[in-house]
């Protein structure tokens, strides 16, 4: 009878062995962004627990800090779906390293933004072209809307020879105008409406603005298994139709984020035409 029971006692044991092994490992999600990791960590953890609910497997938040380590993660499969910017999506793309996922859609109801250049009101400067040889900042290299939108715009407008300065941080850039280091500063047209709200800005103004670019958008390693990837689209373009979903959202608006709808591979010409513009190769 004891070996009876201790050979139901192995089978339960190794049954339960293999539940344990085949739980799927975690998905990865990276987050490509300025802020300090423990501020992504605090606007994201809401959207992954969501995703992680929905999927039924665990969704951790992974924080490469700029475009190099977020290209070596992608390319390792170090990271499998990720938050970029469409400048930094369209690289990897043409190299084969990713897929678009979801496109963010931002407060304005749009999917497409425009950045705005801004001086000191009283700085006598009245247009773009008045920004030849002169000291802009821009947020990052790698930005779309802190840096390749306005670049392209200024470039078309003939300013070629400008001092290039990156701020790393959309207030650092307000500062760097409002306290003269720089005679003027670039940023997305929403972000700037967002940051007035926590910097005085009412010694600016604002002299011209871009043409559109692509917003952000969720994008996913190329070798991501197809089946989990038409499920995390689904999960992620369906937020706004639940209440949960919803909830979520509802808490992303501070990142301009109004909900995500599903990827139109045609936004990739309009980065493509403004590398061209911008002089920047692609």
């Known amino acids: 009878m004891r070996i009876h029971r201790l050979h139901w006692l192995l089978l339960l044991v190794t049954a339960l062995s293999g539940q344990v092994a085949a739980e799927p490992d975690p998905i990865r999600f990276g987050v490509l962004s300025i802020a300090p990791p423990a501020r992504i960590h605090a606007k994201w953890q809401p959207f992954t627990n969501h995703l992680s609910k929905q999927l039924g497997q665990a969704v951790t938040i992974v924080i490469p800090r700029g475009f190099g380590k977020m290209k070596a993660a992608v390319t390792a499969n170090q990271v499998d779906v990720f938050y970029i910017n469409s400048h930094v999506f369209y690289r990897l793309q043409q190299e084969g390293k990713a897929v678009g996922v979801a496109q963010m859609q931002n407060i304005d109801g749009k999917v497409t933004s425009r950045s705005e250049i801004y001086v000191r009101a009283d700085s006598g400067i009245e247009s773009a072209e008045q920004l030849k040889g002169k000291r802009i900042a821009f947020v990052s290299p790698m930005g779309a809307g802190g840096y390749l939108a306005p670049r392209a715009h200024l470039y078309k407008s003939g300013v070629t020879d400008s001092v290039e300065i990156f701020t790393k941080n959309l207030s650092n ?58 499920r995390i689209r689904d999960i992620i373009t369906g937020m706004d139709k639940t209440p949960a979903g919803r909830a979520v959202l509802e808490q992303m608006r501070s990142m301009k984020i109004q909900r995500f709808l599903p990827y139109d591979p045609a936004s990739a010409a309009m980065t493509g035409k403004l590398l061209e513009e911008a002089q920047l190769n692609p």
């Open 173 to 230: 850039s307000l500062h760097q105008v409002l306290l003269g280091d720089v005679e003027a500063g670039t940023m997305c047209g929403v972000n700037y409406r967002l940051m007035s709200k926590k910097v005085d800005t009412g010694e600016l103004k604002i002299i011209d603005v871009s043409d559109e670019y692509p917003e952000n958008l969720i994008a996913a390693r190329a070798s991501l298994e197809p089946a989990l990837l038409s």
